[in-house]
């Protein structure tokens, strides 16, 4: 059993070990003596791990992170063209406000939001685009995004209350390297990146059909520990992480953000190495999906929850 998937164990069963003693969370009709035999295998694994914390990688102790604030999205699953999963979440730093949108549909919702997370904008604003990725853009000082498949990438104009009356495509085509691919902008290249099988890929802002391909060393914090992972030479995203959104964080040295849905924990990579430099751990309780549904502007990491119709935020 390798190392993964002894810790996808002691996660499912909620297993925690905390001060030397065991918090135990059983799952609905788990037999008491499979419990204890999960609880003893994971007891003698974490200890045998010593110094090493339970989760991504093999590093100093994760960041835990906590619900600062709600945007609640419009309309209900019974209404006409409501959306189901959301694709992104952006700050604008010069309106002060968050801009929210749900994925698939030009006619699905969109959502302007102030600081607290109270709606500003009616239930009829659409997204006016088939929106997978959206980002602010410092050098245009527009909310711009990356729409399905072909769909190209457009610009929103906005009125006087900051809400948005059109979207203009300014690159055309499938500049990205799946149809179903969530942008991410980094400003200081001039880049939008998008995570694929193969890795992240950057497209030139200028120039679409310059592009590159970044390798990620998953969950491994230095080159030894990637060589003798479980993820060497596999350029797949690892099972249990959400395979279509990598998130710029802009934090240097730890720029590249992945959702890891298995541990609910947020492994930020350097943008350099490709390597691990810092995890982020999510509450039990955070909505995760292994597609769209994730976010990060504003400091803020977010995730959708479909049921609630929510985007979180956490910090």
Known sequence: ???????????SSYVCIMNNKFYVSLKENMKSVSFLLVAVICSHYCLAQKGNNAGLGNYEKPQELKK???LKMPLTADDEKPGTRGASVVWHP????????MAGNVAYPF?????????LSPDTLKCKQDIRGLWYNPITKAI???AYDAGGWFRYTLDSKGFIVSAKVFKEGQNQPGEQCI???????????????????????????????????WESKTEDEYIESDFYDIIEVPEGYNTSTVVHTGIPGSELGFLCVDFKEIGLYSIKTGLLTKTLRLPIEAPAELTFNFAY???????FDMEARTWYGYK
Do not use: C
């Open 1 to 11: 059993m390798s190392k993964r998937d002894a810790l996808k164990i002691f996660h």
């Open 68 to 70: 600062v604030l709600e």
């Open 94 to 101: 010069v309106q002060k406000k968050y801009y929210a949108a």
């Open 111 to 119: 959502a302007v939001f102030d600081t607290k997370g109270k709606r």
């Open 144 to 146: 711009e995004g990356n």
């Open 183 to 217: 942008g991410a902008f980094d400003s200081k290249a001039n880049k939008v990146l998008f995570l694929s099988n193969d890795g992240v890929h950057f497209y030139d802002m200028k120039n679409p059909e310059s592009t590159s391909v970044f390798e990620v060393k």
């Open 297 to 303: 502007t504003n400091g803020i990491y977010w995730l």
